[in-house]
């Protein structure tokens, strides 16, 4: 695997990682409640949550960068790109 790839790879686990606090916005719309316990049992409640994410969008676009050679000269390779945008 080039080292590139592996770069590209690791910058976006980060991202996510990172994103994952960031980029996702909980709201509680509506309150637990324990079931009635007597002889009979009623059903509870369980919360109820709207979740709205945000978005990654990853690619790639060209760009020039150095590349050691025998001679150091520009070429133009492949980078990721990553765009995010928050919840909200």
Do not use: C, H, N, W
Not at 22 to 49: H, I, K, M, N, W
Not at 60 to 79: A, F, N
């Amino acid at each position: 695997m080039k080292t590139s790839s592996i770069v590209a790879l690791s910058v976006a686990a980060v991202v996510i990682v990172a994103g994952a606090f960031y980029f996702v916005e909980v709201d509680q719309t509506r309150e637990a409640r324990l079931p009635d316990v007597d002889v009979s049992v009623e059903g509870g409640q369980a919360p109820e949550f709207d979740v709205e994410t945000g978005e990654v969008e990853v690619g790639t676009t060209e760009k020039e960068v150095l590349v050691p050679k025998v001679v150091m000269e520009e070429e133009t390779v492949t980078v990721p790109i990553v765009d995010a945008e928050p919840a909200g």
